[in-house]
């Protein structure tokens, strides 16, 4: 059973907005720090953005202010609402868990930002 199932990816143009959600099963979601990372083909997998159980948001350079992180404890559900999306935005994004039962790893989603 896969803790985690991402959702939302998919292909938009430039200057485009996306949502993805990260459903959560099978962990108390609420202790959970959770976090969007991603790979683009042939770099290591970066930290997008991360949101702690309290709900305290951080975000890598490379989108603050064009990206936002929530979580909703009721859904068991985090959020990454992308904005402004940029061609250099292509990659896998992955869902991550982390608390007091370990790390865990959703499947990925693709999400492709045309020129």
């Known amino acids: 059973q896969v803790p985690l199932v991402e959702s939302g990816g998919g292909l938009v143009q430039a200057g485009g907005t996306l949502r993805l959600s990260c459903a959560a099963s099978?962990?108390?979601?609420?202790?959970?720090?959770m976090g969007w990372y991603r790979q683009a083909p042939g770099k290591q997998r970066e930290l997008v953005a991360a949101?702690?159980?309290?709900?305290?948001?951080n975000y890598a350079d490379s989108v603050k202010g064009r990206f936002t992180i929530s979580r909703d404890n009721a859904k068991n559900t985090v959020y990454l609402r992308m904005n402004s999306l940029k061609p250099e935005d292509t990659a896998v994004y992955y869902c991550n868990a982390n608390g007091p039962t370990g790390e865990y790893w959703g499947q990925g989603t693709q999400v492709t930002v045309s020129s």
């Open positions: 099978g962990i108390i979601f609420s202790f959970n720090a």
């Open positions: 949101i702690t159980s309290g709900g305290y948001p």
